[in-house]
């Protein structure tokens, strides 16, 4: 093992979230994760596993959705980031206010990257099936509620029917 | 995917009718900041040049400890401070151990000293000034280990080769304790077939709470106090455990919750991190960060108790009348015992399950082995007994050729025979099993059960249908404990709730509790409402547990399926001082007697004059603002605290009887598997979840609970556990390799109710939440019938991945090897 190690190379990113412009330098290992929460404060997305399998830090990327976790911060130099603090326009939105009539969350601590997934799927497919939104929330670890009422939650958001 | 079916008639409770809050589904107040990403969960919290922290963790199973260098880790920049083994072993003293001896020598501190006992044990922690810098730090900590042989197998931890884990102890039996009631002898006697079980396995795993354990702990060296804003679910616990150690005086140890990500029981036993964090809080002068990694959390915290049962015998009539049974379970406890031997008596909470065996021997046997230590885990230590008794009724029923829904029948305790005594003093409140098993068939089809077999068989399928049925009890008498340990002084329960009316007619509610997502500020608001005479919107629930606010008791925390009744009879207790209060400060005011004041409207007001009428404003500005001219002798604040205490009396520690818990909320769960035999895969196709938790003040807080806790039985049934390969190194520490439910995973699901109200608590609620593990018994039983026509094979395990299933299929005389039948 080598006895000490060189300070860590840095770079100077530019990146917009929710739209605003932030200005970092940040290391070239920094998870845009870290950089989204510990940097920039914006501790809505949340981390709960070390592998890209929770989803709990997903966050919409230039129109993608992405895991926050599996890109480093440098990569995010200049782009233009949506995360859950940017989806309520001074009320919740329509996904927001479903999950919360249809107790789609417990504890919270998924419902972020939930929100960032549902939100995704439904600007690409308004009006999915049940097994459609599963699909699409395959990516998400949810321990509380064993999803039932989060599909129904989204179902409900994307103006359709739902059984009781 | 869901649909939700209420009982076709209830029993004992009356609709709740729609004057009042409770009983209805009032939207969370909760949501609105988590939805938004406003909550604050401990790793949202920063302060002014703190520090992270990172534990060097142990590579080996079992070791001895030969040195540990932190001199390199040290010299780097950005390195903060190191904590090793030996300056906590001269700061602090070992954890009280709950234990009677031989457990209670281990000599258990919040880094190993000297030792290393299972593979991702703490040995060191250093402090950076990024995440990453204590990371690359903890790398240059040079630690050289002696190792030693490892046990991973409970079943061999008792052989004399088998290597001691602690040397104190003597042996690796750190408790034991028989437990025996009725008359076992006569049972076994009177039994026309005695059935008999050699070995059950009730596997390890855990519900893996997304946010992992951490802390942002603070010292503040004026005063000697730390703030430990954290995410532990107990802190009364914690406390008991921490102060001792740290040598300081309880005052000193400041928790601070506010958001929880999950916990499930998970999150009770993080003091040894927590002391470790203060000790580098202290001795580094600054405020330290730490955050648990995932794969940390699964190699070191809070398994689920893995459980044996060896030589079961069970008495029985021809007919399926249940008589006794005894058995031998061996718990395996990892490598310390942080909250154990306790599980060692939760299991009596529940001892007969749903039945009315009145004679049962169990010898419970808990073991050390080098794997992580057990903890509480949602349906803890009730949920390996209670799979025990479905899995001895389903094997009987198939041993004796009879039909698992008729011998569930004729055993369970009856509606009419409650509240029932168990044979072991247990007081089950009410309730009616077969009642909720009815409700169960109906949502699952079960009339159309045979013609649905068919249907499969012509597809090349399996069709079996599966019952679980289980006991959720909850509010702990404490005094249990003492069948552990007599030396202990623990008995009952509490917990506190304060609500005060302030100046400008606010009415604020603060509770003991540390909710993890059991919506406790809203059905905390809905009973203050319904009280007050006001609206929910009116009542604001503190998020969160501080125990600088004087709102906690010893046994404050949210664990154990209590806060309907601890929790919420301590806020109507509250709620009632308080209108009591309400009430004759404005009978002063109004020129009245208390009596002729209601509250209503957010109003006090005479009755049948609602002119004469104070707004709460009004009373809140008296008290707090304008009180000059009151009555010297009036005895009015505004700002009521009460205590709940359940009443309980300390059990017999010699006949190992007494009531343990207060209520006993029920769960009849129904599956239908369908197999592939010619993989072993299989798919639950139905799935209904019957409950009744008595009275409920949220519907639909309560259906979330039956949701997630069926949720996380499937996953344990089929997906979830902690295997470890021969040297110890457990083989799923992340979400790659432990595969959690995911959303295409689930099953169609159905949920239905009845309500017996609880005649022991003040609002006739009982603890809900943990669910007694009901979907785990389910899918064993339905394995086993689907199984049945390839050779009568028996489920033995709680866990049944696919290639289980495949081996039961192909060598059906292997499980059944296990099992005779003894005709008298």
Request: hydrophobic share 40%; with cysteine.
């Amino acid at each position: 093992m080598e006895a000490g190690r060189a300070a860590p190379a840095t770079s100077r990113i530019t990146v917009e979230i929710n739209g605003t412009m932030y200005e970092r330098e940040v290391e070239a290992r920094r998870l845009l994760i870290h950089l989204i929460r510990d940097d920039l404060d914006l501790t809505g997305s949340h981390v709960g596993c070390d592998t890209g399998n929770c989803g709990a830090c997903s966050v919409i990327f230039d129109g993608t959705l992405v895991k926050s976790c599996m890109l480093l911060a440098v990569q995010a130099d200049g782009a233009s980031i949506e995360t859950v603090e940017g989806l309520a326009d001074g009320e919740l939105s329509p996904l927001q206010q479903a999950f919360s009539d249809h107790h789609a969350l417990q504890c919270g601590y998924c419902t972020p990257g939930m929100l960032m997934s549902a939100t995704a799927l439904l600007r690409d497919n308004p009006s999915p099936s049940d097994e459609e939104i599963a699909k699409a929330i395959q990516g998400n670890i949810c321990r509380c509620t064993g999803y039932w009422n989060i599909v129904k939650a989204i179902k409900v958001a994307s103006g359709q029917e739902v059984g009781t | 995917m869901s649909e939700t079916t209420v009982a076709p008639e209830q029993t004992e409770v009356e609709e709740a009718t729609r004057e009042t809050w409770s009983g209805q589904n009032v939207p969370r107040k909760e949501d609105k900041r988590l939805v938004q990403g406003e909550g604050v969960f401990f790793d949202d919290v920063k302060r002014h040049n703190m520090g992270y922290v990172h534990f060097v963790r142990s590579p080996y199973a079992h070791a001895k400890i030969r040195s540990v260098d932190v001199s390199a880790a040290l010299d780097q920049p950005g390195v903060y401070g190191t904590l090793t083994g030996d300056e906590v072993a001269t700061l602090t003293d070992p954890f009280f151990q709950i234990s009677s001896p031989p457990g209670a020598h281990l000599k258990d501190y919040c880094l190993a000293v000297g030792k290393v006992r299972f593979v991702g044990e703490p040995v060191a922690a250093v402090v950076a000034e990024t995440r990453e810098g204590a990371r690359d730090a903890s790398e240059l900590i040079e630690v050289d280990y002696e190792p030693l042989p490892a046990i991973n197998d409970a079943r061999l931890a008792l052989d004399d080769e088998a290597p001691v884990l602690h040397d104190e102890a003597g042996t690796n039996l750190t408790w034991e304790g028989v437990f025996e009631w009725g008359d076992l002898d006569a049972a076994f006697a009177g039994a026309d077939r005695v059935v008999k079980i050699s070995e059950l396995h009730f596997d390890r795993f855990n519900s893996t709470p997304l946010e992992c354990n951490g802390s942002l702990v603070e010292y503040n060296r004026g005063t000697g106090q730390w703030t430990i804003i954290t995410n532990n679910q107990f802190p009364g616990f914690a406390a008991i455990m921490m102060g001792p150690a740290m040598r300081v005086g309880l005052d000193k140890l400041r928790f601070v919750t506010q958001d929880i990500g999950g916990g499930f029981g998970n999150k009770i036993t993080t003091h040894p991190q927590l002391v470790a964090c203060c000790l580098l809080a202290r001795k580094l002068n600054r405020a330290v960060q730490w955050t648990e990694w995932r794969t940390d959390f699964h190699l070191s915290m809070s398994h689920g108790n893995e459980r044996w049962f060896l030589d079961t015998e069970v008495a029985v009539k021809s007919d399926g009348t249940l008589l006794g049974f005894r058995t031998t379970a061996l718990d395996d406890a990892g490598a310390w015992l942080r909250y154990e031997p306790l599980g060692g008596v939760i299991w009596a909470q529940v001892t007969p399950g749903m039945y009315r065996w009145r004679n049962i021997r169990l010898d419970f046997r808990q073991v050390v082995t080098n794997k992580a230590p057990v903890s509480p885990n949602r349906g803890y230590s009730r949920m390996q007994h209670l799979w025990f008794t479905e899995r001895v009724i389903d094997i009987v029923a198939s041993e004796l050729e009879l039909d698992p829904v008729e011998v569930r029948k004729r055993n369970y305790i009856k509606a009419d025979e409650m509240p029932y005594e168990t044979p072991n003093g247990c007081i089950y409140d009410s309730g009616d099993y077969a009642k909720m098993l009815d409700v169960a068939l109906d949502l699952i089809g079960y009339d159309g059960l045979e013609s649905r077999r068919a249907g499969a068989e012509q597809r090349g399928k399996l069709l079996g249908l599966g019952i679980g049925s289980t006991l959720d009890s909850g509010t702990n008498n404490f005094g249990q404990s003492r069948l552990i340990n007599p030396d202990l002084q623990f008995s009952g329960n509490n917990e506190v709730a304060t609500v005060k009316l302030d100046l400008f007619g606010e009415i604020v509610v603060t509770l003991g509790t540390t909710p993890q997502g059991q919506s406790h500020e809203t059905t905390a608001a809905q009973v203050v409402a319904d009280i007050l005479g006001c609206s929910v919107d009116d009542v604001n629930v503190r998020a969160g547990h501080d125990s600088y606010w004087n709102s906690h008791a010893g046994f404050s925390g949210t664990y154990a399926s209590q806060f309907a009744v601890t929790g919420l009879g301590a806020v109507k207790g509250a709620t009632e001082m308080l209108a009591g209060q309400m009430r004759k400060l404005a009978s002063v005011v109004l020129a009245c007697s208390p009596e002729d004041i209601e509250l209503a409207e957010g109003q006090a007001r005479i009755k049948g004059n609602p002119e004469a009428a104070l707004p709460f404003m009004a009373l809140g500005a008296i008290i707090n603002a304008n009180n000059a001219g009151l009555p010297e002798d009036l005895d009015v604040t505004l700002n009521c605290r009460y205590v709940y205490r359940p009443p309980f009396e300390v059990p017999d520690i010699e006949r190992k009887y007494g009531n343990l818990t207060l209520t006993y909320a029920a769960q009849v769960h129904a599956a239908l598997v369908e197999i592939d035999p010619e993989t072993g895969v299989y798919e639950v196709v139905d799935y209904a979840a019957v409950d009744d938790c008595g009275k409920r003040i949220n519907p639909q807080v309560v259906e979330g609970q039956v949701m997630g806790a069926t949720a996380q039985a499937l996953g344990a049934a089929t997906h979830e556990t902690f295997p470890y390969d021969e040297d110890g190194n457990l083989l799923t520490p992340n979400f790659y390799d432990y595969h959690v439910p995911h959303a295409l995973d689930m099953p169609p699901l159905k949920t239905g109710y009845i309500e017996s109200a609880s005649p022991f608590t003040s609002l006739g609620t009982k603890g809900m939440g943990e669910g007694g593990g009901a979907g785990i018994h389910a899918v064993c039983a339905a394995l086993q019938d689907a199984l049945r026509p390839r050779g009568r094979p028996i489920v033995h395990d709680s866990f049944n991945p696919y290639e289980r299933v495949w081996e039961m299929l192909r060598e059906p005389d292997a499980s059944r090897a296990r099992v005779s039948v003894e005709s008298r």
